[in-house]
C-alpha cells in the first residue's frame, strides 16, 4: 500500500512568467509575414499574366 504525506504550503502572493524569446520570435514573424505577403502577390500576377495570354 502507498501512503501520502500531506502538506500545508504557505501561498505565496504570486508569480512572474520569464520573459522567452527575444528578438528571435519577432524576426520570424515578420520574416513569415514577408513570405507570405510575397506568395500573395506572386499569385495575384501570375493570375493577371494567364488571364491576359489566355
Request: aromatic share 6%; charged share 15%; hydrophobic share 55%.
Amino acid at each position: 500500500m502507498t501512503s501520502v504525506l500531506v502538506k500545508d504550503v504557505k501561498k505565496h502572493g504570486g508569480f512572474t512568467l520569464p520573459f522567452t524569446g527575444g528578438t528571435g520570435v519577432m524576426v520570424f514573424t515578420v520574416l513569415g509575414l514577408v513570405v507570405a505577403a510575397g506568395a500573395a502577390v506572386m499569385v495575384v500576377v501570375v493570375r493577371r499574366r494567364q488571364s491576359v495570354v489566355g
